[in-house]
């Protein structure tokens, strides 16, 4: 028996075609679909007891009124169409998010000039989200958590409207592209240290960061500054976020490397380099990291976390 | 596809539901129990409380009890008839209210709405009730309309009720072509339920009880036009309803139902004959009116052998149709033949024995039939006869008490005296009820006939002539046909007696009088173009103003106006939707980023001037300095507060960009 699921993909293969992903997108013709729903079935109802009254009635006014409510009905067509289509779609700037995590995705419709109404989105199962826009731009949420590591796959999307009298739904699907990324689930193990090769692996004496750092001395918060590194004691005297400059920790520096994960399968492999780095990170090391095809000097900081967690989410197994 | 939990009420349309279905239900009083309002009111307050959140919703097993309980009284209260039915309808609106909790209940109380709306239509027609269920319909959509918009909408009503006019101008064109065009064809079913009100007018036994109240009743009876032969003298305006040819001592009654002739097919009057057109209220009964002699022009209306119009079925809706009347003076076709004979010559023997013995006594001093019969007449006009809507009870031999006793009457009494006494003389005699007069439109040219019109005199069987028509009450009061009941009854003022509030009563008050006139003149525009817009005057309409001759032309040109309204629609969405031109300032940018996509540089969503700026940079640093002061540019334009020189600025900014554009292009070449 041919069912939904035999057509399903070649109907999202036909949707790809139609609506393809994209970060912007104005609904037009193209991407705008419209069928009466029930109510509108309810409706020709309706209308065909009002007929065949009328014509047993011969009754003009009846006539008439049923004429009218069918024309009604044509232009609730035209402007339910009218409601969604002009409206543009945008992606926002999405945080990324570890695998596992739900990352709130913003959704931006700008109403342009018009008015678009009573206006619901959200994933297929799950449309609960009104609005009206007046030729505002509107912030909404979508929530998405990532399966898979690498950038987001969020399935497609459906706007929908029925305004503004409930007898068609018009409705499209849009496949936004968010281009932000979902690092791997982190899994904290304890760190493993290779043996032999020498400084610029890592030196295990002070595997435990602890306050025997020596006090170097005070400076400007930046972001990407542990916690352990504020100056609590400043801040409560309100002189501001200040952090406490260490002497550079010679022996907090160390290098994560694929190989040590010798035996494990990839994805786990990353898991645990991930936890790796968020802990590196968090007790403010100098970390590195070395992938096959990857290399990433020691460094610290935000932007160096950001740029290892980038690698690792990407990272496709072969030497690049 | 959609969510699995059927979409809720929206709050804010409930107050809107309700508002509504009461507009609409407040059409109806008079026409369905008034019980169902208390329902209604009982109805409108728990589903208010459930609103607030002070009650919870009716359980299943209150529900099943109020149902049965209000399905019992309506089969208890009422008939069989539209009433019943439409209380019933209204009945099933009214308790959907105490669930309607989704948003797909509205729908289900809404259209039930819109139905009986619609309904309201088959008891009421005039215009003042058209504009009503305008208001009604209006408040109706506004509600859909409501319902849709999201909870947060402020101004919505104004909006709401806006958006619904609009809706409605919008498929005024549509619906118009729909109304003319749309095939009108007859009934689908014979039985159709019909309203229990009695309707005035006129009935097949003559009491002379029933003229009397007819007379009180200002109520429309039918209108005329004429053709192009105008008018005929108000003393020739008798409208023929019916023949009463048996009588039973009390009353007279039409007994006898005559053969009838349907014509083939329509037709157009001859030059020899007087059209014109009718338009009749309801009145439950298969009779038509018609000015002897009268001839068929429509193939619905058959004539019978008493020169009388009849159509197949009851007319319950106001009908339109057009009757000819012969011009020229034709001979009697054919003699009485026996059956005929016996038949208008009938009389219940025992009764009257005066005015038989008057009769025979004036029938030996003529020497004709025909001088006999001005005797009669002359007899009414000579004796002191009065005519008077409040006679005296007559006695066992009403005709004998009325004739030589109480001498006061009205149409019906001198009606019935003049046939028995030719008929006890052996002359064929009948009385023939309808309506006489009417009142004339200068200014609009037609003819207002009312239920006070109602009227009853004698037809005359003559050998050489055929039925000749007799009127007594005009030998009585010549004014009651002259100028109408109410100049008749002057001295008794007991015309409308009891109406007080009748516009028909204050006819002296001279601008009362303008206006009562100028408000019929709008109803008989409405009936003449709205209500008895048929089959037959469709297909006139077709033809004579679109030059059709198949009705199936008309599908064509339905089809063609929804190619049309898409057309329309479409072009009207592309010029809505085309991409509005960007201002200089956003041209300029799009054309030095398309220019440095060339050098590999991508836009980025939500990324600052500075940041992309930087990008840029990276891209081609020999030209850092100038981007850098571009973009600094852009930023204090962009960023600064309200400047009077902005528009200098805005220029100066365009003209940076412009420049990098052009410099970035010679770095390509």
Known sequence: ?320 | MTTKEPLSLPRHALPWVLLSQSYVLMQLVGHIPYWIYALFVLAVGWRSLTHMGRLSYPNSYIKAVVVVATSAAIIATSRFDLESATAFLVAAGILKLLEMRHLKDLYVVVFLNFFIQGIVFLFEQSIGYFLIALIGVWLLISTLVLAHYSDSQKGRYKRTTKMAAQLMLLSLPMMLVLYFLFPRIGPLWGLTLQSNKALTGLSDQMNPADIAELSQSAELAFRVTFDKQGIPARQELYWRALVLDHYTGRQWRAQHTPQLQWPMSDQEPTPEQRSYEIIQEATGQNWLFSMAPAATLERGIGINEQGLLRTRRPVFQRKRYQVAQDLTEALPAKQLSDFERRTYLQLPKGYNPKAQALAQELQQQSATELELLDKLMQYFYQQEFSYTLKPQILGKNEIDDFLFNTKAGFCAHYAGALTFMARSVGIPARVVAGYQGGEWNETEQYLTVRQYDAHAWVEIWQPEFGWLRYDPTAMVAADRIEFGLEQALAEEGSFMEGQLFSMQKYKSVAWLNKLRISLDTINYQWQRWVLSYDNQRQKGFLEKVLGFNHWQQSLYIIAASFIVFFLIASVLLWWRLRAAKPSPFIQAWQKLQTRAQKLGVQPKTGETVTQYCNRLIQACPQHEALIQSTAQQINQWLYQDDSPDDKAMQEAVIESIKHLTKQLSVQKG
């Open chain 1, 1 to 320: 028996m041919i069912n939904a699921k035999f057509w399903q993909p070649y109907y999202q293969k036909w949707l790809n075609k139609r609506i393809p992903k994209t970060n912007k997108i104005k609904l037009s013709h193209r991407s705008v679909f419209i069928v009466p729903n029930a109510a509108g079935g309810l409706y020709i109802l309706l209308l065909v007891l009002m007929l065949i009254t009328s014509i047993n009635y011969q009754n003009n006014l009846l006539f008439g009124l049923t004429f009218w409510l069918f024309s009604l009905s044509l232009v609730a067509m035209i402007l339910t169409f009218r409601n969604l289509a002009g409206l543009t779609v945008i992606a926002g700037k999405a945080q990324p998010c570890f695998v596992g995590e739900k990352s709130a995705l913003p959704v931006l419709f700008e109403t342009s000039s018009s008015r678009h109404q009573g206006i619901a989105f959200g994933y297929a199962k799950d449309i609960s989200s009104y609005f009206d826009g007046n030729g505002e731009t509107i912030q909404k949420f979508l929530y998405y958590s990532p399966a898979t590591r690498g950038y987001f796959d969020v399935k497609r999307m459906r706007v929908e409207t029925r305004f503004p009298l409930g007898l068609f739904t018009a409705w499209s699907w849009l496949k936004l592209d968010f281009s932000a990324l979902a690092y791997p689930q982190p899994e904290f193990v304890p760190f493993i240290f290779s043996e032999g090769e020498g400084e610029e692996h890592t030196e295990h004496a002070q595997l435990t960061v602890s306050g025997d750092q020596d006090f170097y001395g005070l400076r400007e918060y930046q972001p990407g500054d542990s916690m352990r590194q504020i100056a609590w004691k400043q801040l409560a005297k309100g002189r501001g976020l200040v952090s406490k400059e260490f002497e550079q920790p010679q022996a907090n520096s160390c290098m994560f490397e694929w190989d040590s994960l010798a035996p494990l399968p990839v994805e786990v492999r990353l898991s645990r380099l991930c936890g790796w780095v968020l802990q590196a990170h968090e007790k403010s090391w100098q970390y590195g990291l070395k992938l096959p095809g990857v290399q990433i000097p020691l460094d610290y900081g935000l932007k160096h976390k950001e740029q290892c967690l980038t690698a690792l989410a990407l990272f496709n197994g072969k030497g690049a």
